[in-house]
């Protein structure tokens, strides 16, 4: 039997261990470890926030939207490695400033993750000019889905050369009838049939199901400052909108004790209640030692509401497969972290974790939380994001990209 039973039945240890980024903005040629707990550190300007977008690309491209959030973020030409296809070794030793030479490979926008399963990447590059007015519609040149951690051509799966969709049959032989499909989208989403290829759909339903949070609002106009009608909440909307309904969600079917617990190391001796009222809208209470009544959501002070945002995000009772955050200690006071960093740890006892921060105190709070993190620290060389050489931080893993 082929590889699709193991991919379909396991839920769990079906963790990623690889993510590979190609011209990508800063992201010239990473490949990066991930653990059950990633957390990514670096200076400004070190490309954090460029890995956290690529990951985010990534699920667009099993959403079909990665061909609109690349022309959202300026078109493929911009957002490609704007450095040269190679630094010489002049440019190195510092004796000769880069230069732009002819280019002997075609660019690529390169994207791809694997597990111990399966793997998959993509290959998104610009089209052949022609009179349309669509001329800078990115393409995906290839796509390639496999089993096992390392792209070998006997593991393929599915794999897409411009056009044409290969898969293979149910005795692994590559099926005669090769499919076609629009080049602007993904096989993930244009090509899912589960009777020729159940595989394409567990891994698109896989990546859909990752989670990301970047940063909330929390103005005095924020949604997560309004009163609304409450609903069973077990996932925290983007904009923590529905949070009186998440945190109560936590408390009925969620982990509650993990819950308080946030909340006692966060602010100690004070207790979160949610007040339904007669018209069904949920309003969130903080009662703080020392007041008289309780604080209303409005009245939370902007870290106090964003830290309860990331216990709702956090504790979710339906963890996604990968929950990613970005630079989650935005105004939050520093002696927040720690309780924050407990936090990140009791997530990812459910749900593998990327976190990407610039907070020192984060990081260290989070090595001190869990023994599992593994730590990674961005650097620049050369315009170039590189992972910086550290005692105990993971090999970078084999990974071999499709060929054009
Ligand atoms: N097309 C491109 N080619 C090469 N480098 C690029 C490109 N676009 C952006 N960059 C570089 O990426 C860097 C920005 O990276 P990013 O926003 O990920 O930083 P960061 O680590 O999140 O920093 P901060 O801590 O300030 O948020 C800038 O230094 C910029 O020079
Ligand atoms: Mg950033």
């Known amino acids: 039997m082929r590889a699709l039973v193991s991919v379909a039945t396991a839920t769990v240890g079906c963790m990623l261990t690889t993510l590979a980024v190609q011209n990508y903005r800063s992201l010239r040629d990473l490949v990066l470890p991930l653990a059950q707990l990633t957390v990514v550190t670096g200076a400004n300007g070190s490309g954090k926030s460029n890995l956290y977008r690529a990951l985010r690309l990534l699920a667009d491209a099993a959403r079909s939207g990665a061909v609109a959030a690349l022309a959202r973020e300026g078109g493929l030409p911009s957002t490609l490695w704007a450095g040269p296809e190679t630094i010489g070794r002049a440019v190195r030793e510092g004796s000769a400033p880069p230069q732009g030479t002819v280019r002997t490979k075609s660019v690529g926008l390169r994207l791809g993750f694997a597990g111990d399963e399966f793997g998959y990447a993509l290959d998104l590059g610009m089209p052949?000019?022609?009179?349309?007015?669509?001329?800078?519609?990115?393409?995906?040149?290839?796509?390639?889905?496999?089993?096992?951690?390392?792209?070998?051509?006997?593991?393929?799966?599915?794999?897409?050369?411009?056009?044409?969709?290969r898969t293979r049959d149910q005795d692994g032989a590559w099926g005669r009838?090769?499919?076609?499909?629009?080049?602007?989208?993904?096989?993930?989403?244009?090509?899912?049939?589960?009777r020729v290829s159940p595989e394409v759909?567990?891994?698109?339903?896989?990546?859909?199901?990752?989670?990301?949070?970047?940063?909330?609002?929390?103005?005095?106009?924020?949604?997560?400052?309004?009163?609304?009608?409450?609903?069973?909440?077990?996932?925290?909307?983007?904009?923590?909108?529905?949070?009186a309904a998440a945190l109560q969600t936590i408390e009925e079917i969620g982990d509650r004790d993990a819950l308080h617990t946030a909340v006692e190391n966060a602010f100690p001796g004070s207790r979160l209640s949610v007040r339904v009222g007669e018209d069904g809208r949920f309003e969130l209470q903080l009662h703080q030692y020392g007041l008289l009544r309780p604080l209303s959501v409005a009245e939370l002070s902007d870290g106090t509401l964003r830290y309860l945002l990331w216990v709702a995000a956090l504790l979710s009772p339906r963890p996604p497969e990968l929950l990613v955050l970005n630079e989650p200690e935005t105004s939050l006071h520093p002696s927040l972290l720690p309780?924050?960093?407990?936090?990140?740890?009791?997530?990812?006892?459910?749900?593998?974790?990327?976190?990407?921060?610039?907070?020192?105190?984060?990081?260290?709070?989070v090595e001190?939380?869990?023994?599992?993190?593994?730590?990674?620290?961005?650097?620049?060389?050369?315009?170039?994001?590189?992972?910086?050489?550290?005692?105990?931080?993971?090999?970078?893993?084999?990974?071999?990209?499709?060929?054009?």
């Not at 106009?221 to 983007?238: F, Y």
């Not at 990140?344 to 593998?352: C, G, S, V």
């Not at 869990?370 to 910086?388: I, P, R, S």
């Open 177 to 194: 009838e090769p499919h076609r499909i629009a080049v602007t989208d993904s096989m993930l989403t244009s090509f899912a049939d589960p």
């Open 128 to 165: 052949v000019p022609d009179k349309s007015a669509f001329n800078r519609d990115p393409e995906f040149k290839r796509e390639c889905l496999w089993s096992g951690p390392v792209m070998r051509k006997a593991a393929l799966l599915a794999d897409r050369d411009g056009p044409v969709v």
């Open 201 to 243: 759909l567990v891994v698109r339903e896989r990546i859909r199901s990752w989670r990301f949070y970047d940063h909330f609002r929390t103005d005095a106009d924020a949604p997560a400052r309004q009163v609304r009608v409450g609903t069973r909440t077990p996932v925290l909307d983007h904009d923590g909108g529905d949070l």
């Open 368 to 404: 001190a939380a869990t023994d599992d993190a593994n730590l990674m620290e961005l650097e620049k060389e050369f315009g170039a994001t590189v992972l910086a050489e550290r005692p105990g931080v993971l090999d970078r893993p084999t990974w071999h990209w499709p060929k054009r």
């Open 339 to 365: 309780a924050l960093a407990a936090l990140i740890a009791t997530a990812a006892e459910r749900t593998q974790v990327v976190v990407v921060s610039h907070a020192r105190e984060l990081v260290r709070s």
